[in-house]
């Protein structure tokens, strides 16, 4: 139950910021920024240096939120999908698919969101349990790719990464996704210490994904 929980508390705000810092304290206020203007999923990248102390300090920082849930990004194998879990990440993604850390994640129920960019990489995710395909790089393709994936594999839950702005994000969504990985376009003032400016951004984010869905009557939920 608690992973269906993690997967619902994401769906449902439909925005998952990618962080990547050049330290510690930087993620940390990052992610702080992101969630204070309504972002609810916060992916620590391991090329962060000490991102499993990130983890672990975030998670003790939202302690009370059950809606804010902290995973680890650029998971390239089962050891550090491990230390990310005993470091408190509740869910892991990775830029490509790898068996080992799919079967260590559903060992721990920990939702894998692993990159795929074919129709065959799709399919041995799901044969292998996950829950949410990343698709990367989004930018690759566009969101009416999702429409083509769909048509053999409806079942399939997507959430791009990569070319996801506040330009397109909205057509992504309309398209499928159950939601959406930010980085680059979101946390950039992060570089001029503007932190206020990344909540505005994150805000601006959040309302497009909840326009789209009210506008489609109801949110994507997670097939499992």
Not at 78 to 84: E, F, G, K, Q, Y
Not at 141 to 152: C, L, N, R, S, T
Request: net charge negative.
């Amino acid at each position: 139950m608690n992973k269906l929980k993690i997967l619902n508390s994401i769906t449902n705000c439909g925005v998952v910021a990618v962080i990547r810092a050049d330290s510690e304290e930087e993620a940390i206020k990052i992610s702080e920024a992101c969630v204070e203007g309504g972002i609810k999923g916060i992916e620590i990248t391991f090329t962060v240096d000490g991102a499993d102390s990130v983890i672990s300090k975030l998670r003790s920082l939202f302690t009370g939120d059950d809606s804010v849930v902290i995973g680890a990004g650029t998971v390239l194998d089962s050891t550090t999908a491990r230390i990310a879990i005993l470091a408190g990440a509740q869910f892991v993604v990775s830029p490509c698919f790898d068996e080992a850390t799919a079967k260590l994640c559903n060992l721990y129920q920990v939702p894998y969101m692993p990159g795929c960019m074919t129709i065959t990489e799709m399919k041995q995710a799901l044969e292998a349990g996950v829950d949410i395909v990343k698709l990367f790089p989004g930018n690759n393709f566009g969101p009416e790719f999702i429409k083509g994936v769909h048509a053999p594999l409806p079942q399939v839950n997507i959430m791009p990464t990569g070319g996801v702005s506040l330009d397109n994000v909205d057509q992504w969504i309309k398209n499928g996704c159950v939601a959406v990985g930010v980085g680059g376009n979101l946390i950039t003032p992060a570089k001029s210490g503007d932190y206020n400016l990344i909540s505005e951004y994150a805000a601006q984010y959040v309302e497009k994904v909840r326009s789209v869905r009210r506008d489609g009557e109801e949110v994507e939920k997670v097939r499992v």
